[in-house]
């Protein structure tokens, strides 16, 4: 068993781009614990994706054992995701360690995510170990970014400590820093097991793999081992650390951090937060802070080509295995065929689970626009959950209607300030609590807004209202009586329910008026004219007309012809509405994909 | 090919041969067409072997019209042009009121020469009266050019203009151009034609702009004293394409030359689109035909509709109860007599609104016409 007095379990907290997996990556190579034949850049990026986007997205933890006056200490690393929709991961990484280490990019300075994790960090008591990343950028606002972060952890400027880790400079004093500033992990063998699952992944051979950090016992192979918040037992086949590649040990003891290999099936059974125990000797109590976490943001799914469904729904179970936070079940539309209702944490998982599938699955697929899920107390006293517009009730069911609300901060040079308040105020129905300074002409806003109206477009729109200088992070706050309507389009007088959408009634008119606009430039003309109108609380609220169509005049038609045009006839029959269903039009799949897309623009 | 011996075949018929060459495309043309010139020569020689073959199974038939197309008639040599003639000549009958039409580019020179040919009816590709507008599709002639054609062409011939409605760089005064055209040189036919555009495989795409312009020059053409016997097609003093009319009213004629198509009493044919195999089939003496089938009742009685709606005289119910008897536009065409349909003295037509909407018209009544085959 290792001496805990010896052991570092840390994390890292920076913003995407700060340098984070550089750092670790100079540190894998000063602690020479990877061949440098086998090293390339960004060792623990490991999927493409993220690779390719530059971002991490699953934490990835490294064993490292470095030097220290004489004496050799283990270095546990978690690398932290570092994206909003995340960060109930971030959270529980963080339950894994006793320090952090805090980077900060130079030349950037601190950013909305930084803060929301530093506090993140302070509220499970780590020791923080404050880094100035990438001073040999010519860009580097040395001074100014020092006194941001000192403010930001209230210390003294020169406790920040330096670094490029591009060059290697400095990288060391971080090191030495977190075996002196971050205590060593507690936990006492002899009690029952209690390890923590901080992450996991699929492997195609060997099932799920979990992340685990020991709290009190010992895990070894051919242990029973509980999940505790399924109630479910396995066996344990293999224990082990990350070098950073994974090599089998005897026994996980207290403060360390490894993996175990017990014939899980996927990762949904072994979700990040829930306790392990021995199933022989279970503890009493499982570790605090688990939450199944739940989708925030629904969308729909369809395969490019219908015929597709079937590998689509076996892409998304192979997903599923890797991924558990997704969620999706079958859904239908009249215009797209079959396809999935999907779960997504947030509009990065969304947007990296359509990657996914399109790279590793070779699935070309349609996706709607993403939209909440409210809460519906109907007349009846029954409350519903409902995510999806098409299955919303009728007006006259309904007592309240609850949306998800989330507490927003964002961080921006002041000069962008009054456009950021002012359209988030008049335009994302967002209300503004709280301000303060965030360092040197920076200042850092919180609203309290509608989880509906940040999940579309706004992080683009924030980004080009700053020129893409301000940052933003987000909290669930839970749901909040809201004024939700339903839009209905009406085609010719028919409701087409595919088209619905769900929007707060201050904004119905307006997205109406896009609504039907945009449709009646869709939806190609017919031989008699085709109102399009949009209803909302049993009221027409907005109308666009598409013209008759005068001319449809099949022009030439000689004698080698006559069966070719015909058979063009015949087939334009097939596509076009006979004149006998003279009420019917013929919507095109284009005019429904741009509508449920309209909503990425408009709500 | 003893099913074609066997058919009912009328005693006069018309002729069509196909010159798929012209010396650069124009960017609307889907005709079927090549601008490698190498093969014209193996081309009319295989073409005139066609005329051989069919001369032996149609031995004392009369040619009534004859009509080449393309293409681009006037870009090929003279001379096989001549020869081809001469073949028709020596191997048919030619009736004595026989119509001879060809299709020219407007270029002088070769109309001229058209005179000895005894051809009787030019038609003239203009396209647009305007020289922006003829570039931009890639027209080898200016609206000059076409002057100079028609007053060759006027002294020993008819003559049609073709005119298109929905090219690009067009504006309502090109359109007017085209007007004053017709109005000063009142040509003995004319044809209107309206761009088929397809955004979609389902979806014609005309611009309201578009639909306006066409609207103006058809009206503005009627008004001159045109007759509008077809959708695209209007005459001066019954100067009707009697050729064409054979198309229309489904009579007999046959075809030659690559992608060209016949209807003789119950057969219709057409020609493969494929040039090489086009040529290596005839040198050992057989026809090369895409598509051949002998039209059941219910086939046949659809051929005759949807080309005799055309018309505005439109088609005889008679003849179409001769072909299917229990065949009832009453009935089956209920709900459209008034708006796109009419009967009147026994015949079977679109309205005005029909016309106008006659791809619309026509898929929905060729529709209705196989549903009641199958009895539903």
């Known amino acids: 068993m290792k001496d805990t007095r010896f052991i570092r379990n840390i994390c890292t907290i920076a913003h995407i781009d700060h340098g984070k997996t550089t750092f670790v990556d100079r540190i894998l190579e000063i602690t020479k614990s990877v061949d440098p034949r086998k090293m390339h850049e960004q060792f623990l990026d490991q999927m493409d994706l993220e690779r390719e986007r530059g971002i991490t997205i699953k934490a990835q933890p490294v064993k490292v054992i470095y030097n220290h006056d004489g004496q050799d200490y283990e270095i546990n690393i978690i690398d932290t995701p570092g994206h909003v929709d995340f960060s109930y991961e971030v959270s529980r990484s963080m339950a894994a360690c006793e320090g952090a280490v805090l980077i900060v990019d130079a030349s950037q300075g601190i950013e909305a995510q930084t803060v929301a994790h530093s506090y993140l960090a302070i509220e499970n008591e780590l020791d923080i170990v404050p880094v100035l990343n990438k001073i040999d950028l010519p860009t580097a606002n040395i001074e100014e970014s020092l006194q941001q972060v000192a403010d930001l952890l209230g210390v003294p400027k020169e406790d920040v400590l330096k670094m490029s880790a591009k060059t290697g400079e400095g990288v060391e004093n971080v090191l030495r820093a977190i075996i002196e500033q971050v205590r060593p992990p507690q936990g006492d063998p002899n009690k029952p097991l209690k390890a923590l699952i901080f992450d996991a992944k699929y492997d195609k051979y060997r099932g799920v793999i979990v992340y685990v950090r020991i709290f009190d016992g010992v895990l070894k192979k051919k242990d029973q081992i509980l999940i505790m918040s399924t109630n479910q037992r396995y066996e344990v086949e293999e224990v082990g650390i990350f070098t950073p590649t994974m090599v089998p040990t005897d026994s996980l003891g207290p403060g360390e951090v490894g993996y175990v290999i017990a014939g899980i099936k996927e990762v949904s059974e072994a979700k990040v937060g829930d306790t392990i125990t021995n199933a022989l000797a279970p503890t009493d109590e499982p570790l605090a802070g688990y939450r199944d976490v739940k989708p925030m943001v629904y969308a729909s799914v369809f395969p490019g080509l219908p015929e597709y469904y079937e590998e689509l729904k076996k892409s998304l179970e192979k997903l599923k295995l890797n991924d558990w936070a997704l969620t999706f079940e079958p859904t239908t ?204 609380s049993g009221r027409i609220i907005a109308r666009a007309d598409i013209k008759a169509l005068r001319k449809d005049v099949l022009a030439k038609c000689y004698g080698g012809d006559v069966t070719r045009k015909m058979k063009l006839l015949e087939k334009q029959k097939e596509g076009k509405k006979k004149l006998r269903e003279i009420g019917q039009v013929s919507i095109p799949q284009e005019a429904f994909l741009a509508i449920l897309k309209i909503g990425e623009e408009e709500k | 090919m003893e099913s074609l011996s066997s058919t009912l075949v009328s005693e006069n018929i018309g002729l069509y041969l196909h010159v798929p060459f012209c010396k650069r495309r124009c960017t609307y043309c889907d005709f079927v067409s090549f601008t490698d010139f190498s093969q014209v020569k193996e081309y009319f020689e295989a073409l005139w072997k066609e005329i051989e073959l069919w001369s032996k199974f149609l031995p004392r038939i009369h040619v009534e019209t004859i009509y080449v197309g393309g293409g681009s008639p006037s870009d090929v040599p003279f001379e096989l042009l001549e020869k081809t003639l001469e073949r028709i000549r020596d191997m048919f009958l030619i009736a004595d009121d026989f119509e001879f039409t060809i299709e020219v580019n407007p270029n002088c020179e070769f109309v001229e020469r058209l005179r000895f040919l005894d051809v009787n009816r030019v038609s003239i590709g203009l396209q647009a009266a305007d020289d922006e507008v003829l570039k931009c599709v890639r027209r080898r002639h200016s609206v000059g050019d076409f002057f100079r054609t028609f007053e060759t062409a006027k002294n020993f011939a008819k003559v049609n203009v073709d005119f298109i409605v929905g090219l690009p760089n067009e504006s309502d005064r090109t359109i007017e151009n085209d007007v004053h055209v017709v109005e000063t040189l009142r040509p003995d036919h004319v044809s209107i034609y309206l761009l088929e555009t397809h955004e979609s495989e389902f979806e014609t795409a005309i611009s309201e702009v578009v639909e306006n312009r066409y609207e103006r020059f058809v009206e503005a053409v009627k008004e001159m004293g045109y007759d509008r016997y077809e959708i695209s097609n209007f005459a001066l003093n019954n100067s009707f394409c009697r050729h064409n009319l054979k198309y229309w009213r489904n009579e007999d004629y046959i075809g030659l030359g690559v992608a060209a198509g ?25 026809f090369v035909f895409d598509y051949f089938s002998r039209n059941d009742d219910l086939q046949e009685l659809k051929e005759t509709i949807f080309m005799g709606l055309r018309l505005s005289e439109g088609v005889n119910i008679e003849k179409l109860r001769e072909i299917w008897w229990m065949f009832d536009p009453y009935e089956l065409f209920h709900d459209l007599l008034g708006e796109f349909l009419e009967i009147e003295d026994g015949f079977l037509k679109l309205t005005k609104r029909g016309f106008d909407l006659s791809a619309r018209v026509l898929a929905d009544v060729i529709d209705r016409v196989s549903l009641m085959a199958v009895g539903r």
């Not at chain 1, 999935?340 to 990296?352: A, E, N, P, T, Y």
């Not at chain 1, 699935?363 to 809460?375: C, D, H, L, R």
């Not at chain 1, 209202?465 to 940052?471: F, H, I, N, Q, V």
């Open chain 1, 333 to 536: 539309s009249p215009a797209l065929g079959f396809g999935f209702r999907c779960g997504f944490l947030g509009l990065l998982h969304m947007d990296v689970v359509r990657e996914r599938l399109e790279r590793e699955f070779e699935m070309s697929v349609i996706m709607t626009a993403p939209n909440v899920e409210y809460k519906v107390l109907l007349r009846n006293g029954e409350t519903i959950i409902v995510n999806d517009p098409a299955k919303f009730p009728e007006e006259d069911q309904i007592e309240k209607v609850y949306e998800p609300y989330v507490r927003l901060s964002i961080i921006t040079p002041t000069d962008y300030m009054g456009n950021i308040l002012t359209h988030l105020q008049n335009e994302r129905r967002a209300t503004l609590q709280h301000m303060e300074n965030a360092g040197k002409n920076r200042i850092i806003m919180y609203f309290k807004a509608p989880l509906a109206e940040i999940i579309t477009d706004f992080f683009g729109k924030l980004k080009a209202m700053s020129r893409g200088y301000a940052s933003m992070d987000y909290e669930m706050l839970g749901f909040e009586e809201s004024e939700i309507v339903k839009l209905t389009v009406l085609v010719n007088k028919e409701p087409v329910d595919a088209l619905s959408t769900l929007v707060h009634k201050s904004k119905a008119y307006t997205v109406a008026k896009k609504l039907v606009d945009k449709l009646a430039e869709l939806i190609p003309r017919h031989q008699f004219e085709i109102p399009i109108q949009a209803k909302a």
């Open chain 2, 262 to 286: 016949g209807h003789l009493g119950r057969i219709r044919y057409v020609n493969s689109p494929r040039l090489g195999e086009y040529i290596s089939k005839l040198k050992e003496d057989d």
